[in-house]
């Protein structure tokens, strides 16, 4: 049976309405948040793909909506939508996925970032610009050189769950289901993540361990194998620094090897942040190092500005890229 003209695309919306009627009498009115980031940039390569390019995919729009269903328990929805793109494999709906957190942690079920890659995210000085992807033509690169492709991306069928702090300790296990049919019409197996890490504010240490087990084709399709990323960042309210490295077991695939990388940033004053990224993959099909250097600026609490310049050299060829770029952020709530 075809389904309603438009009900994809409001179906999300519904569901957030919804999740708004169900506190229970007495509570909390619901919580809705709405918001966003409208980008544009102008990049340019030196890698034969031709002249300056006006495209950015950091543009995104988001609702939320949380819900008490007693003093412990919360019920939460959350979307997210990114701007429209030709590019191959770029998902219009980026995240969609129900929560429900307690005094037992926090489940989440929907299209959801795995914890793998948030922990390479929160490394990345440069993620949300675009100088992004200049990596002259490897392919399965996370957005810094030096990340792998794990760090893009959400999984449509996540079953996660996030567990309680204790003393900054916490954990995480994930299933991610696959939800494609295979030839006979069946499902693959499901991939699994699971991670340890460690959160202190007074000490300003993040670090953890975070390991993919692909068996199936929900994270990655078409690959299989292991994925294990260590990580730390020291960070203080002028400066941080950052360390991943991968571990990349996937057969036969060039993807396979270490990937590595090293970030910082400094803030020269409130309005102005010095960033620098070195990045290196190794033991794959196209080995090299990439060195990206930014400076952001803040033109006041919602416009952001930046100067990014990226250099990558290797086994895989060299590319040398330039990116200037303005990001707008908004949102608000209700009540």
């Not at 009115?29 to 990049?43: K, T």
């Not at 957190?101 to 926090?106: C, I, L, S």
């Amino acid at each position: 049976m075809k389904s309603l003209p438009g009900l994809g695309r409001c179906l999300p919306v519904l569901c957030l309405l919804a999740l708004s009627g169900l506190a229970p009498a007495g509570a909390a009115s619901p919580e809705l948040e709405f918001g966003g980031v409208v980008g544009a940039s102008l990049a340019h390569r030196e890698d034969g793909d031709g002249g300056p390019r006006l495209d950015n995919n950091a543009s995104r729009l988001f609702l939320s909506a949380a819900s008490a269903l007693s003093a412990d328990w919360q019920v939460s929805a959350y979307y997210e939508r990114g701007a429209a793109s030709e590019a191959e494999g770029v998902e219009a709906v980026r995240e969609f996925h129900l929560g429900l957190a307690g005094p037992w942690g926090e489940l989440l079920a929907g299209r959801a970032s795995s914890d793998y890659k948030l922990s390479g995210l929160a490394l990345d000085p440069f993620h949300d610009t675009s100088i992004a992807g200049i990596d002259a033509g490897r392919g399965r690169e996370g957005a810094s050189f030096g990340l792998s492709a794990f760090s893009n991306g959400s999984v449509p069928g996540s079953l996660a769950w996030r567990s309680p702090r204790h003393s900054g300790f916490g954990g995480n296990l994930a299933v991610y289901l696959d939800d494609q049919d295979d030839a006979d019409g069946g499902r693959g197996r499901p991939d699994y993540g699971l991670g340890f890490n460690y959160s202190g504010e007074e000490a300003g240490l993040d670090a953890g361990l975070q390991y993919l087990d692909l068996g199936g084709e929900a994270v990655s399709p078409g690959q299989s194998g292991s994925a294990l990323r260590g990580y730390g960042r020291l960070h203080r309210a002028a400066w941080s620094l950052g360390l991943s490295w991968e571990w990349l077991e996937l057969g036969e695939d060039p993807a396979s090897g270490h990937y590595r990388l090293l970030s910082g940033s400094y803030a020269l004053n409130p309005s102005n942040r010095l960033a620098l990224a070195w990045g290196n993959r190794a033991d794959t099909g196209a080995d090299g190092n990439g060195i990206s250097l930014g400076l952001f600026h803040q033109f006041g609490a919602e416009l952001l500005g930046y100067v990014a310049a990226r250099q990558v050299s290797g086994a895989g060829g060299d590319s040398t890229g330039l990116a200037l770029g303005l990001q707008y952020a908004f949102s608000g709530s209700y009540p």
